[in-house]
């Protein structure tokens, strides 16, 4: 596992072909396993797949899977668009299309913006959160890399009206106490160090790309009191359980800005569909693992959110959390998916032998959940990243 080592130069064009994107698209809503009670299992046939996976609490569940708890066993859903629990019957095989009434589909966040790749030089005192980002608050938590031996940070706050806020601290974060923050507006976060650093420095991994369009923009009144009403609906207590928390986090990051209020935000037409709460998510997740709510599916959520605004080693290592806290196979689908993830970013970053090893754990994965179809897809990804790894030595010899 290459936790430490330094990792390869990339080109651009490598890294713009392999990074994640998802155009901006209407997806299927999801429901959630809101809490399970008595003694026994519950089981889960995904559709398309051909076995059936022991599940946790908080595990999503899509309209074409079916949910069989044990005789004994209690079973509470959180279905889309419904306030109650819905409860599922011990010792019956229920479709959850006929479980869960409404399936509406969702707008989902854009493509990752590929210019914020960076956090990968501990020496820098990158920028964590608000990072490439909405906001709910004009006070928000300002948070960084914590250097190590840096006794004092400066921090600034800029504007397109010039200076809203400088201070200085020896923690590695801080909350904005500034002039008011206009909706809609985007602003910058600079951090320096009392060692000569600064989070402008912050770079891709072995390349002069400086990581950049780390702007943060808070929603307008109108664009903040929708969500905050929508919040409450999915979950007005989110730190309650762990269902609660990854739903809300889950619509923080996926949220963008309806197309009818676009011209009024400072923000790039074709680069919008980034900006999404992730930081608001982020905090949610983080305070949930503060708990003691170490779980695989938490720290793979994490790794996802730290991913979509770029953060390559908090991606890292929150993906490798969630396959070093697997207890059982309940716990298979969310190191599956992190292998698969932990792929995808060494792909990006042109670090191919890494990117096989967890593509090849992740069709393991796959075969063992049943999952032929998807089996099969990493097998083609994999066959064409040794045929790019074989090209690109030939290459260099």
Do not use: C
């Given at each position: 596992m290459m936790r430490n080592r330094k990792m390869p130069k990339f080109t651009v064009l490598a890294l713009a072909l392999a990074i994640i994107t998802l155009p901006l698209s209407a997806i299927a809503q999801t429901a959630r396993i809101q809490s399970i009670a008595g003694k026994g299992k519950v089981r889960v046939q995904r559709e398309k797949r051909t076995d059936w996976l022991p599940v946790r609490p908080a595990t999503e569940l899509y309209q074409g899977d079916q949910i069989f708890p044990d005789i004994g066993v209690r079973v509470a859903l959180q279905c889309p668009g419904v306030s109650n629990p819905v409860v599922v019957r011990a010792g019956v095989v229920s479709g959850m299309g006929s479980l869960c009434i409404n399936w509406a589909n969702a707008e989902s966040r854009g493509?990752?913006?590929?210019?914020?790749?960076?956090?990968?030089?501990?020496?820098?005192?990158?920028?964590?959160?608000?990072?490439?980002?909405?906001?709910?608050?004009?006070?928000?938590?300002?948070?960084?890399?914590?250097?190590?031996?840096?006794?004092?940070?400066?921090?600034?706050?800029?504007?397109?009206?010039?200076?809203?806020?400088?201070?200085?601290?020896?923690?590695?974060?801080?909350?904005?106490?500034?002039?008011?923050?206009?909706?809609?507006?985007?602003?910058?976060?600079?951090?320096?160090?009392?060692?000569?650093?600064?989070?402008?420095?912050?770079?891709?991994?072995?390349?002069?790309?400086?990581?950049?369009?780390?702007?943060?923009?808070?929603?307008?009144?109108?664009?903040?009191?929708?969500?905050?009403?929508?919040?409450?609906?999915?979950?007005?207590?989110?730190?309650?359980?762990?269902?609660?928390?990854?739903?809300?986090?889950?619509?923080?990051?996926?949220?963008?800005?309806?197309?009818?209020?676009?011209s009024a935000y400072k923000l790039p037409a074709n680069t919008f569909e980034t900006y999404s709460l992730t930081g608001e998510a982020i905090a949610l997740l983080e305070s949930l693992i503060q708990q003691g709510k170490q779980y695989p599916l938490i720290y793979r959520n994490l790794g996802d959110l730290y991913w979509q605004i770029g953060l390559v080693h908090l991606a890292q290592a929150n993906y490798l959390k969630a396959i070093d806290s697997v207890q059982g196979l309940e716990d298979i689908e969310d190191w599956t998916l992190a292998q698969y993830s932990l792929g995808q970013i060494y792909a990006a970053i042109n670090y191919p032998k890494q990117a096989l090893e967890h593509y090849s754990q992740a069709r393991v994965g796959y075969i063992f959940l049943g999952d032929s179809g998807r089996a099969d897809v990493l097998q083609r990804r994999i066959e064409r990243l040794k045929k790019t790894a074989v090209n690109s030595a030939n290459v260099k010899n």
């Open positions: 493509s990752q913006a590929a210019e914020t790749l960076g956090g990968v030089d501990a020496s820098i005192p990158y920028l964590i959160t608000p990072r490439h980002a909405l906001l709910l608050s004009a006070t928000p938590l300002l948070r960084w890399n914590p250097v190590s031996g840096v006794t004092e940070y400066s921090v600034e706050v800029t504007g397109i009206k010039g200076l809203m806020w400088k201070t200085k601290t020896k923690a590695n974060q801080v909350i904005y106490a500034g002039k008011p923050l206009e909706g809609g507006l985007p602003y910058s976060l600079i951090v320096r160090t009392n060692t000569g650093k600064s989070s402008q420095e912050d770079i891709a991994p072995n390349s002069e790309q400086k990581a950049s369009n780390l702007e943060f923009v808070t929603l307008r009144q109108s664009e903040a009191a929708l969500v905050k009403a929508q919040a409450a609906k999915i979950s007005p207590t989110p730190l309650s359980s762990e269902a609660s928390a990854l739903s809300l986090a889950n619509f923080y990051g996926n949220y963008i800005l309806p197309q009818s209020v676009i």
